[in-house]
């Protein structure tokens, strides 16, 4: 397994196996001070399931962390499953989108954060997101 694509975006959403992207691609927050809250963001991730490893189940955590990769509180952890589709060729490998929503983060600090992801303790995804005071 592996992540094929990682972004940030201002809303994402999956329907029926698509992905939908609202305002993605960014990686700064502008705050008027810190602390501060960000009313809404989501984490944008395609996963590519080797044919072999479909049907069994992929553990995934995700986790915040400050920019000395300590932990914050926000942490995620679950499985993946995926199946294979119907007349799928053997050796295909499958894409599988996922939008995780946040509402209302608090940063305590400026400076660099990241969303971490890991799985069977392997980091398959970094994306780095910065809080900057304009103020």
């Known amino acids: 397994m592996q992540v094929t694509t990682a972004m940030l975006a201002d809303a994402a959403s999956v329907e029926s196996g698509k992905l939908y992207v609202h305002g993605g691609g960014w990686d700064t927050i502008d705050v008027a001070a810190v602390p501060a809250t ?31 990769d300590k932990p914050l509180e926000l942490r995620l952890e679950g499985k993946m499953n995926a ?3 119907p007349r799928l060729r053997p ?5 599988h989108p996922l939008a995780l929503p946040f509402a209302m983060l608090t940063f305590q600090r ?26």
């Open 38 to 68: 960000h009313p809404t963001l989501a984490l944008v991730l395609i996963f590519r399931i080797e044919y072999d490893e479909a049907l069994a189940d992929i553990p995934i955590v995700i986790e915040l962390l400050d920019e000395d």
């Open 91 to 95: 050796g295909t490998a499958t894409f």
């Open 83 to 85: 199946g294979h589709p």
């Open 110 to 135: 400026e400076g660099g954060y990241r969303f971490r992801v890991t799985s069977q303790g392997r980091e398959v995804a970094s994306i780095p997101l910065r809080v900057r005071a304009i103020a």
